[in-house]
């Protein structure tokens, strides 16, 4: 295969500082214009500026090998080229600025093309715009594809799936025999199995597969007034409040869309395990603490810099999940006040949960759609002994531009954790808000 020349735009670099090494023995340009884009994103105190910093520590550590103006190798002796080169905007059309980032870099794949007419150049952006005006002056271009835990979100793993079964078997397993089924169905430990009657669809069962040695598992039996007054309206609500309150159970995601009741049960699981539950006959506290979170990400515009101590910066963020907790709990502020006073219910910053070690607690973090990968294992290493940790999140509703409904850390957290027999994951389909929400995440 012939050899290609890739020129890497600012938008690559600070969403992935791993991305000169996805590109095998080719060779990589980088636009002295993108340095200077990235630097002055270093100081920023998130994944964009942590990208940023690292891909400057690893051009530094290229550097030391050679020489960047003329090329340095980016691995062993057939590994592609790394240069840094400067562009000539006197090629550029004359309705283009010749001060604008994107069309001093765009000058620089013109300059690639021009130096080595005999090799493809191509130029790599995440900025649709700019590969637009790539395709319109003849440049090929294409887009950087993050590390995606599924090719389209729906493709997720669900949690759930139907099997067809002989009518005996539905009628064993709600004897009380024990009913198996083997690994020709490839199945993964705590997902949901619908049992179908062949010969009457009408006839079902609903269980939780643990492994082809072990039988069925009956949903847990919740009282008829619901964990904490909140009842399960669907069956992946049962699916759901099922695994929230299975003490062996260390890790749970839920996805669904707005008003499927994800946050509520979780919230509510929450407080049925770390309080007495007044709603249920054999409530026992498994936790000491709830605590619960959502990423400071901003819906539309951002309203800048917010004034207070730190609880005051983060009431804004977090007020949709004290109207959860006061939906549960009642209306009366003082008690969910005093809870607050106490420990037993924390409204923690993300921001601030590096090096901590969370034990004997239930953790809910709403919103997970919002963190990347990263961020995600950062919050799940610091789960200690006695720990549960749920995330909640729609993968619609993204409003990170760093991140996509397939590349997401909720969506790689429910893929790759479905395998263990300590998680579990269900996907919410059914709207339960209002008929108006459910509406509204139908047709807009």
């Not at 730190?310 to 003082?334: A, F, H, S, V």
């Not at 263990?420 to 807009?444: D, F, Q």
Request: glycine share 6%.
């Amino acid at each position: 295969m012939a050899k290609k020349t890739y020129i890497i735009d600012t938008s690559v670099c600070l969403a992935d500082a791993a991305c000169l090494y996805k590109y095998r023995d080719n060779d990589i340009v980088i636009p002295l214009k993108v340095l200077e884009e990235i630097d002055r994103h270093k100081k920023r105190q998130d994944t964009v500026g942590t990208h940023a910093r690292n891909i400057i520590r690893t051009f530094d550590a290229l550097r030391t090998k050679g020489n960047l103006q003329t090329g340095v190798r980016i691995g062993g002796s057939s590994s592609g080229i790394l240069r840094v080169s400067v562009g000539n905007v006197s090629q550029l059309p004359a309705d283009m600025s010749k001060e604008e980032a994107d069309h001093i870099i765009i000058s620089t794949a013109m300059a690639e093309r021009a130096r080595n007419p005999t090799r493809e150049a191509i130029l790599v952006s995440r900025d649709i715009n700019m590969r637009v005006i790539c395709d319109s002056l003849g440049i090929i271009s294409e887009g950087y594809t993050l590390n995606q835990a599924v090719s389209h979100d729906s493709s997720l793993y669900t949690g759930f799936t139907t099997i067809l079964v002989d009518d005996q078997m539905v009628d064993q397993f709600y004897s009380g025999n024990d009913v198996f089924l083997s690994d020709e169905y490839e199945l993964y430990s705590n997902q949901f199995i619908m049992l179908v009657s062949s010969s009457n669809d009408k006839k079902t069962a609903l269980s939780r597969y643990i492994s082809p040695d072990k039988p069925l598992r009956k949903l847990n039996e919740v009282d008829k007034r619901g964990i904490w007054g909140v009842k399960a309206r669907n069956k992946e609500q049962a699916f759901a409040l099922d695994l929230l309150m299975d003490p062996d159970i260390s890790f749970v995601s839920l996805v669904g869309k707005a008003g499927s009741g994800k946050t509520l049960m979780a919230i509510a699981a929450g407080i049925a395990q770390t309080l007495e539950d007044p709603f249920s006959k054999n409530s026992a506290a498994c936790y000491k603490r709830l605590i619960v979170s959502r990423p400071v990400q901003p819906l539309g515009k951002d309203i800048g810099f917010l004034p207070g101590s730190m609880e005051e910066k983060m009431q804004p963020w977090l007020t949709p999940i004290q109207d959860n907790l006061q939906y549960i709990i009642g209306d009366d502020r003082t008690t969910l006040a005093d809870y607050m006073d106490r420990g037993i219910i924390e409204l923690e910053a993300l921001t601030y949960i590096r090096g901590r070690s969370i034990s004997n607690a239930f953790i809910v973090i709403d919103e997970s759609q919002n963190l990347n990968i990263h961020e995600i294992k950062t919050i799940i290493t610091r789960v200690g002994e006695g720990t549960k940790i749920v995330l909640t999140g729609d993968v619609e509703q993204i409003d990170n531009i760093y991140i996509d409904e397939a590349s997401n850390g909720l969506v790689h957290a429910a893929e790759k954790f479905k395998t263990s027999t300590l998680t579990g994951h269900v996907t919410l389909r059914k709207g339960e808000r209002s008929k108006l929400a459910t509406l509204a995440a139908k047709i807009l």
